[in-house]
């Protein structure tokens, strides 16, 4: 199984401050998929990227896919407190469509 | 109904007694996921389903978990024997098909506390 590995684990930060967070792995990602979860609810997928050197924007939320597909990092601009939540980056397993999760990075936007 | 629906929502039991977790999924979902989230560790794969068959079980911890889902439609998870290091966070997926390109749908869950 590919080991994910997510970082910073934990991040804290003001309204209206930008911050990344970071994906990777030590081998190639077929494609990889970034959800957010918030407490008590299940994830909610929020891009999927396929294509080395690929960049996806939703809103203030920048994707971008490592140009050899191992890593992956998600930037969000001027942070909200509605960004709060666990950010968690997936990759598809060798196994069928099964999802492999990195232990993801929670975040917290304080107003 | 609109998305994923699983029951309960939470369950407190004494180690030792069985559980059975249940999961709707979105209709007409033929692939359905059970993934597990412990406190402070991400989600972790148990079983996949494609319409009633299991052809991917390698994720159950041990041989007190078991699954089925029939009609192509319900699922349910059970625990036997549980034990305090089965309290966790059970979730359950769907997606149109087994395509990796088509999104699983996720629950919100169900909360299960061993005493």
């Known amino acids: 199984t590919q080991l994910l590995e997510q970082s910073p684990q934990f991040l804290s930060i003001q309204e209206g401050e930008n911050l990344t967070v970071y994906c990777n792995s030590s081998?190639?990602?077929?494609?990889l998929q970034w959800y957010r979860q918030e407490p008590g609810e299940g994830p909610v997928l929020l891009v999927t990227?396929?294509?080395?050197?690929e960049v996806k924007k939703l809103k203030r939320l920048t994707f971008q896919f490592g140009d050899a597909r191992k890593d992956s990092s998600l930037h969000i601009t001027a942070a909200q407190p509605g960004d709060t939540g666990l950010y968690l980056c997936?990759?598809?397993?060798?196994?069928?469509?099964?999802?492999?999760f990195g232990e993801g990075t929670q975040l917290t936007v304080n107003p | 109904g609109a998305g994923v629906s699983q029951s309960p929502s939470n369950k407190v039991t004494e180690k030792g007694k069985d559980v059975e977790l249940r999961c709707d999924p979105i209709?007409?979902?033929?692939?359905l996921y059970w993934y597990r989230q412990s406190l402070g560790q991400g989600l972790e794969f148990l079983i996949y389903?494609?319409?009633?068959?299991?052809?991917?079980k390698s994720g159950l911890p041990s041989d007190r978990f078991s699954a089925e889902r029939t009609g192509g439609s319900v699922s349910t998870l059970t625990i036997q024997r549980t034990q305090q290091e089965d309290s966790a966070v059970y979730l359950c997926?769907?997606?149109?098909?087994?395509?990796?390109?088509?999104?699983?749908?996720f629950g919100d869950g169900t909360r299960l506390s061993i005493l």
């Open positions: 081998s190639v990602f077929s494609s």
């Open positions: 389903f494609q319409g009633n068959s299991a052809p991917d």
């Open positions: 990227v396929v294509t080395g050197g």
């Open positions: 209709s007409g979902h033929t692939a």
């Open positions: 997936a990759q598809e397993g060798t196994s069928g469509s099964r999802l492999t």
């Open positions: 997926a769907s997606s149109l098909d087994r395509d990796p390109n088509q999104p699983q749908h």
